[in-house]
Antibody, heavy 120, light 107 residues
């Protein structure tokens, strides 16, 4: 069965960096794009962008350009999200989410989420 | 960007009630719409995709309808386990955008 397993919660100080992993199993990693979704406390989900798992080409939503980097390690079927120069407003749960088959853009599979807490 | 507006923002209903949540897009999105349910501390779960197609394993009391700008999620007979926040999401265009959510509580 398809599984997306994310790395654990992170507590970081402002200005630091964090790298979140999303290890997949149960399907061929390069078949489907990987999306990243942010959910701030008490807010709805916000799509951050996606990465083409074939080419490694990322697409970032406006507002997530510059400090946010999507990357891959296809040898271990894992996607990564790195956030640099962390700010308090980056405090959120970050999800990786895979497209549903044949309906690209709807998210049929989600990781369990990684809480990033940015606090001095 | 396509703005997604859900109504109501919250509702409280009794077990067995019929519940309807609406989602309006700021421009036409044909049938490129998904509905998710999210429970506290959990990731959203896909209920409906392509506006009206039920995801595998989702109870048949859930249904989706609509096309263009106006879409609806209906729960035909509300069950205790249906509490949570429901989100619509369009995938017609980039960036993907979500509605602000509808919180469903059981009376």
């Amino acid at each position: 069965q398809v599984q997306l397993e994310q790395s654990g919660s992170e507590l970081k100080k402002p200005g630091a960096s964090v790298k979140i992993s999303c290890k997949t199993s149960g399907y061929t990693f390069t078949t489907y794009a990987m999306n990243w979704v942010r959910q701030a406390p008490g807010q709805g989900p916000e799509w951050m962008g996606w990465i083409n798992t074939n080419t490694g080409n990322p697409t970032y939503a406006q507002g997530f350009k510059g400090r946010f980097v999507f990357s891959l390690d296809t040898s271990v079927s894992t996607a990564f999200l790195q956030i640099s120069s962390l700010k308090a407003e980056d405090t959120a749960v970050y999800y990786c989410a895979r497209d549903r088959p044949y309906y690209s853009g709807s998210f049929g599979f989600w990781g369990q989420g990684t809480l990033v807490n940015v606090s001095s | 960007d396509v703005q997604m507006t859900q109504s109501p923002s919250s509702l409280s209903a009794s077990v067995g009630d019929r519940v309807t949540i609406t989602c309006r897009a700021s421009q036409g999105i044909v049938s490129s719409l998904a509905w998710y349910q999210q429970k506290p501390g959990k990731a959203p779960e896909l209920l409906v995709y392509a506006a009206s197609r039920l995801e595998s394993g989702v109870p048949s009391r859930f249904s989706g309808s609509g096309s263009g700008t106006d879409h609806t999620l209906t729960i035909s007979s509300l069950q205790p386990e249906d509490f949570g926040i429901y989100y619509c999401q369009q995938y017609y265009t980039i960036p993907r955008t979500f509605g602000q959510g509808t919180k469903v509580e059981i009376k």
